[in-house]
């Protein structure tokens, strides 16, 4: 099962490389954070960087919960496995398929690319060809997208990167 674990940001590493340091791979089959690549300009170049796709959150697998509740209140720093009062709540498919499509074994979602066409986006490469739906706004200068999903029991938005390569109005 997978779980979503809270900790302080700006902490997330520190935590992941505690726990995968600390609880056994008997018990934590993974431990990771899902990052996004995006596009900043310095030194008057482009350059990729990653950034944490869900600030504040952490993500463990494992098929035994009891025995990572125990090992998880050794952990400091470490908030709180999501759930609700009585227990704890494992994600759900649909979160877990978008953290397998969107950012694959390695947890990283990558930047797609397309354009717009009378203000309407197409996604012609990447992770989020065929998602055009769930993007709310575009920011070009940042080269990202803020898009909406269903995780953690409520709606979030989150950025993504994208390279909108041109911009193109068809007459009508």
């Avoid at 999903?149 to 109005?169: A, H, L, P």
Wanted: neutral net charge.
């Amino acid at each position: 099962m997978w779980y979503a674990v809270q900790v302080r940001t700006g902490d997330e590493e520190k935590i992941k490389l505690i726990c995968n340091k600390l609880i056994s791979n008997d018990v934590l089959q993974e431990c990771f954070i899902p990052y996004y690549e995006k596009k900043i300009k310095y030194m008057t170049k482009w350059h990729i960087t990653t950034e944490i796709l869900f600030p504040g959150y952490i993500f463990m697998v494992s098929n035994r919960i009891n025995d990572l509740i125990l090992d998880v209140k050794k952990i400091p720093d470490l908030i709180k496995i999501l759930g609700d009062e009585n227990e704890i709540i494992p994600l759900y498919d649909r979160e877990i398929e978008f953290l397998m499509r969107f950012g694959k074994e390695d947890h990283l979602v990558k930047i797609s690319y397309g354009y717009i066409e009378n203000d309407k986006i197409v996604i012609t490469d990447g992770p989020m060809k065929g998602y055009e739906g769930t993007i709310k706004k575009i920011d070009r200068h940042k080269r990202k997208a803020i898009i909406q999903v269903e995780f953690f029991g409520r709606t979030m938005e989150v950025s993504v990167g994208v390279e909108i390569v041109r911009k193109v109005q068809s007459e009508i």
